[in-house]
């Protein structure tokens, strides 16, 4: 059985992010294990710009992104398998892979850093009223459809959800000269970037229906109409406000939720944020189980997943050169009023760094609030922001002096 | 009269003003000046799209090397609808070169092999 130090499960910019720096921390065997044809996971697919602004300084699409990644790899000699997908992982660190579709592999690892990003939440995911024909389809799905095959198999189009992905398609569809009725969205404000609201929707004069939810959706065997309609603070619908699209494609835009199931098979436990319970170390409930990206978290910028997967690369290579004091207490990190969900979900005693990134979303939009973390009864951090929103994840750095082993720590949002 | 609106630079998205005097304010960097008074001009924006390749299921996703008037968008996409590409295509490969006389290219944003099979690359 071939072994390695150090296996990731994934290559996008999370997984290439913690190869790229384990093996600039010196861990000399390094595998990457990745189910597609191709070096950078859901950016081949998405073809629009705007990636990679903080990490090469210039907007790239997202094939762009990955042939740069790619590069990267390629010029450090970093194993990789591609169209290999990993079936199960054991107590005793082997890993399964099902090997390019021919044979089942076993590998054995010192320690493993799960980037196996997310999936797309299901119409049945946020129990979307009437028939269930064919033409409903997750945004996600749709794209792949689009820009990974080529195929076209829509002419008249609602999109639920307006978030990036659910903006992104608007755009993308009304190019192909497909007919985009409407973005319907269940909350008061879009979650997407308003540069995104300017030029998928605005440029293309699609309307945005805030506060609208589907009620109902007709047709067999594939989809012929689908009604939305307004909704009040408390979701009921108000009378009248009833619309009725005639469209043969209801594309779901509606969310993602991190892809864990091979750490759930471990009985690996989960926190809020739907991914892996970590430390401050990215590090599971397994000491030499690492969880990145949005494997762990969903992220607003695959620049951002790159750089928590180099922050997840960091931490195993000093589990893995044994740099890593044993954990001798840990505190739980708790979200207080206002948080969605905080990570890391608990600090481990000695944290090792100078300082601690707690990252955070709040669970509705405030504007000019403090966000004060505790230490116990005692504030160590506050900040004020002008805005928080949920669609944006806050990242506050934090001396890590200041942190006590003696009591919890809560972080909320004031509302003094 | 003062203008409103929102910068297409990066994610971030600011808001821009500018005022009677052509005074841009709201931005957060200084890409957002030059993009204000463009805007306010002639709008140009980034194209991204997907061209068909000979022997290929999956298509040649491409952009526009800068951006390009807003108006001439669907022109240059049914350009683009007309084309089927020979691989192998290199990536940053120009597909269509000053297209619509408008001074920007077309470019390829990824590599394309021979044969789709020879993308299972291994080091093992």
Known sequence: ?416 | MIKKLTCLVCPRGCTLTIDEALNVSGNFCPRGIPYALQELKAPKRTLTYLVKVKGHSQPLPVRSDAPIDKALIFEAVAILNTLELTPPIDFNTIVVENILGSGVNIIATRKIECNEDSYLRKHV
């Open chain 1, 1 to 416: 059985m071939k072994h390695y130090n150090l296996i990731i499960i994934g290559a996008g910019s999370a997984g290439i992010g913690a190869a790229l720096k384990a093996h600039q921390e010196g861990i000399k065997s390094i595998l990457i294990i990745e189910k597609d044809r191709f070096v950078g996971g859901i950016l081949n697919q998405c073809i629009h710009d705007g990636f990679g602004v903080h990490l090469f300084k210039k907007t790239l699409t997202g094939p762009e992104y990955a042939y740069y990644l790619d590069q990267m790899l390629k010029e450090r000699q970093i194993d990789i398998i591609l169209n290999s997908n990993v079936t199960a992982i054991n107590e005793n660190k082997i890993v399964k892979v099902f090997e390019s579709g021919k044979a089942i592999i076993e590998l054995s690892a010192d320690a493993l850093i799960l980037t196996s990003g997310s999936y797309e939440r299901s119409a049945g995911a946020i129990n979307l009223p009437g028939e269930r024909s064919a033409g409903i389809m997750t945004a996600g799905q749709a794209q792949y459809f689009l820009n990974m095959k080529g195929y076209h198999f829509a002419k008249n189009v609602l999109i639920v959800g307006s978030g990036d992905i659910g903006l992104i398609m608007a755009r993308r569809l009304s190019l192909l000269g497909i007919k985009v009725h409407a973005v319907s969205e269940i909350m008061s404000y879009s979650s997407g970037l308003k540069r995104n609201i300017v030029q998928c929707l605005d440029d293309f004069n699609i309307p945005l229906y805030l506060s609208h939810k589907v009620v109902d959706v007709r047709g067999r065997p594939r989809i012929q109409e689908v009604d939305i309609a307004e909704i009040d603070a408390k979701g009921q619908v108000i009378p009248g406000t009833l619309k009725t699209f005639t469209v043969d494609t209801l594309l779901l835009a509606v969310g993602l939720i991190p892809y864990v199931s091979l750490a759930e098979k471990l009985g690996i436990p989960l926190s809020k944020s739907r991914g892996p319970w970590i430390n401050h170390f990215y590090q599971t409930s397994l000491p030499w189980f690492f969880v990145a990206g949005n494997a762990l978290h969903i992220h607003d910028l695959a620049d951002d997943a790159y750089f928590e997967g180099e922050e997840a690369g960091a931490a195993a290579s000093m589990y893995l050169k044994n740099l890593m004091a044993p954990s001798l207490k840990k505190i739980e990190v708790k979200p207080g009023a206002g948080i969605l969900y905080v990570l890391p979900n608990e600090v481990s005693f000695p944290i090792t760094y100078d300082t601690m990134k707690f990252k955070f979303r709040p669970n509705a939009n405030f504007i000019n609030k403090r966000v004060i973390i505790k230490n116990g009864e005692k504030e160590i951090y506050k900040k004020f922001f002008p805005f928080l929103f949920p669609s944006e994840l806050v990242v506050l750095t934090v001396d890590a002096h200041l942190v006590s082993d003696e009591k919890q720590i809560m972080i909320e949002v004031s509302y003094d």
